[in-house]
Structures are given as structure tokens and as C-alpha cells.
């Protein structure tokens, strides 16, 4: 995402809202749910997503092969070569880090602002579309795996290690691959099932009642 394509503004408040009519209301709508499900699930995002996963894990490694080889005796070279990976392995894994609180934050905002243009009307096409079914599908596949990967590591690891393969290094450092598996892919879990729900929401049919062809082109109810 460039920074150069800002995020699409809020919905004006409604004593501001000039719309000719609703149906000038529902394409400005379509426009910027589209964008801003584009940002919050869009191919761009997640293969941003997986990226900063591989920096996160590129970047542990290079950590770990100094943790490693602690257990062993080294000497002077084995030693220099551990302290330059490790920092490499920090110039990569606080990038992640950084990047990581940064796409969540704004995740948050998007979330946000989808949620303000949602509530401003329905509309049956654009709303269905805002599933994105096979998009919420990838990303619910790659997190579970990545979650099921995690758990795997974390007990793993610690049961197969000996003193001697590895000792404590070996160990250490394979439980923070198991927490980058785990937290990456809880986080991807928890944004596709929310996404997923709460279009579900948006596209269920209001109950039958004496109001509801009004609240037909009424805005969505909070909650």
C-alpha cells in the first residue's frame, strides 16, 4: 500500500451529508467499501502480510544461530560469526516487529472506517461482495496453518531436544519460531473470521414488520 493512496475518508456527518439523492449515497458507499476491503483483505495486503512473517522469521534464524551454538565450545571465529549473524538477525526482526504493530494499527483504522460507510445504508449487491468469500477463505487457511504449525513447534522442540542436540539454545529458539507461527496466525484468524461475520451480518434479511419497507433504505442498526 502506497502511502500516496490515503485510506478513504469517513463518512461526513449527517448534518453535512449533501447527496443528491440515495442513489449518489450507495455508490459513494460501493467505492469506498470496495477500497476498504481491498486494504483490509486484498491480495496486496496479504502478501504483505506474509511477507513481514518471513522477515519475522528470517530474522529470528539469524538470532538463533548464535543462541545455538552456545551449546557448544567455539573459538574466536565461530564466536565472530554468531555475533554478526545475530545482529543481521536484529536489523531484520525489529523491522518486523515495527511493521507488525504498524499494520495493525492500521487494520484498526480500516476496520474502522468499513464499518462507518457500512452502517451508513445497505445495498444487497455490494454488500455480498464484501464477503469476499475466497479471499476470507486464504486467509483463514494460511493462519490456521501457520497457528497449527505453531502449536506443533512449541511442544516439539522442548520433547525432542537433548543436552546435548542443542541444549537450551536449541530450545529457546525454537519457541520463538512457534510464537511468531502462533501470533502471526492468530492475529490473520481473528481479522478473516471478524471480516467474515460481520459482512454476514451486513447481508442478513431484516425481520418481516410494518416498517420494513422504511427501513429498507435505512441505515444498518449498530450491532
Known amino acids: 500500500m502506497s502511502?500516496?493512496?490515503?485510506?478513504?475518508?469517513?463518512?461526513?456527518?449527517?448534518?453535512?451529508?449533501?447527496?443528491?439523492?440515495?442513489?449518489?449515497?450507495t455508490a459513494d458507499r460501493a467505492r469506498a467499501l470496495g477500497e476498504l476491503g481491498r486494504r483490509l483483505l486484498g491480495p496486496g495486503r496479504l502478501v504483505a502480510f506474509l511477507l513481514v512473517f518471513g522477515l519475522l522469521q528470517l530474522g529470528w534464524g539469524l538470532i538463533g544461530v548464535l543462541l545455538v551454538?552456545?551449546?557448544?565450545?567455539?573459538?574466536?571465529?565461530?564466536?565472530?560469526?554468531?555475533?554478526?549473524?545475530?545482529?543481521?538477525?536484529?536489523?531484520?526482526?525489529?523491522?518486523?516487529?515495527?511493521?507488525?504493530?504498524?499494520?495493525?494499527?492500521r487494520d484498526r483504522v480500516v476496520r474502522e472506517r468499513l464499518v462507518q460507510w457500512a452502517l451508513l445504508d445497505r445495498h444487497g449487491p455490494t454488500d455480498a461482495r464484501l464477503r469476499a468469500p475466497a479471499l476470507s477463505a486464504c486467509w483463514l487457511v494460511l493462519s490456521f496453518v501457520m497457528c497449527a504449525a505453531g502449536l506443533w513447534a512449541g511442544f516439539a522442540v522442548p520433547a525432542g531436544t537433548t543436552r546435548d542436540d542443542g541444549g537450551y539454545g536449541l530450545v529457546a529458539y525454537g519457541m520463538g519460531v512457534a510464537l511468531i507461527l502462533w501470533t502471526t496466525g492468530l492475529t490473520?484468524?481473528?481479522?478473516?473470521?471478524?471480516?467474515?461475520?460481520?459482512?454476514?451480518?451486513?447481508?442478513?434479511?431484516?425481520?418481516?414488520?410494518?416498517?420494513?419497507?422504511?427501513?429498507?433504505?435505512?441505515?444498518?442498526?449498530?450491532?
Do not use: I, M, N, Q
Open 3 to 25: 502511502p500516496r493512496a490515503p485510506l478513504p475518508p469517513p463518512p461526513p456527518p449527517a448534518e453535512l451529508r449533501s447527496w443528491p439523492d440515495r442513489d449518489a449515497r
Open 69 to 105: 551454538s552456545l551449546a557448544d565450545p567455539l573459538d574466536v571465529f565461530e564466536v565472530l560469526f554468531a555475533v554478526f549473524s545475530a545482529a543481521l538477525g536484529t536489523g531484520a526482526f525489529v523491522p518486523g516487529v515495527w511493521l507488525t504493530v504498524r499494520g495493525l494499527r
Open 188 to 223: 490473520g484468524l481473528v481479522k478473516a473470521v471478524g471480516h467474515y461475520r460481520f459482512a454476514v451480518r451486513l447481508t442478513a434479511p431484516r425481520p418481516a414488520g410494518p416498517d420494513a419497507r422504511s427501513a429498507s433504505s435505512g441505515p444498518l442498526p449498530p450491532g
